[in-house]
């Protein structure tokens, strides 16, 4: 299966930047599409941004401008930098990797990471 690990998060005052990674491992041959959703107290998790191989990335509108999502394949790590961070931002960031092709054969539609806790404060 795949295991994904995030790190960077924490505690910043708005205007501030982070940079989140997110590591995946296993016996992974490719991975279709690698993102970063987020989860903030009461709400729905929403997509954040997403990147697929060598297409391009797209992102929510709240975060346009401000966000910036990249992967390293040959690491299998995703990274998004966060500028300009707002209160709004405030939420639990999970790493997403869709359509993960393995070694075994076996194809595994979607799976996150545990998740990593960015506090904006005003």
């Known amino acids: 299966q795949v295991q994904l690990v995030e790190s960077g ?3 910043v005052q708005a205007g501030g930047s982070l940079r989140l990674s997110c ?3 296993g016996s992974i041959v490719s991975i ?3 993102g970063w959703y ?3 107290p009461g709400k729905q998790r929403e997509m954040v941004a997403t990147i697929p191989t060598g297409g391009s990335a797209n992102y929510a509108d709240s975060v346009k401008g401000r966000f910036t999502i990249s ?3 040959a690491k299998k ?3 998004l930098q966060m500028n300009n961070l707002k209160p709004e ?3 639990v960031y999970y790493c997403n990797a ?3 092709l393995m070694y075994d054969g076996r194809f595994y539609g979607h799976s996150w990471g545990q998740g990593t806790q960015v506090t904006v404060s005003s």
């Open 9 to 11: 998060g924490g505690l």
């Open 23 to 25: 590591a995946a491992s």
């Open 32 to 34: 279709n599409v690698m």
């Open 38 to 40: 987020r989860q903030a």
């Open 71 to 73: 992967r390293d394949n």
């Open 77 to 79: 790590t995703v990274y």
């Open 89 to 91: 931002d405030t939420a």
């Open 98 to 100: 869709r359509n993960a």
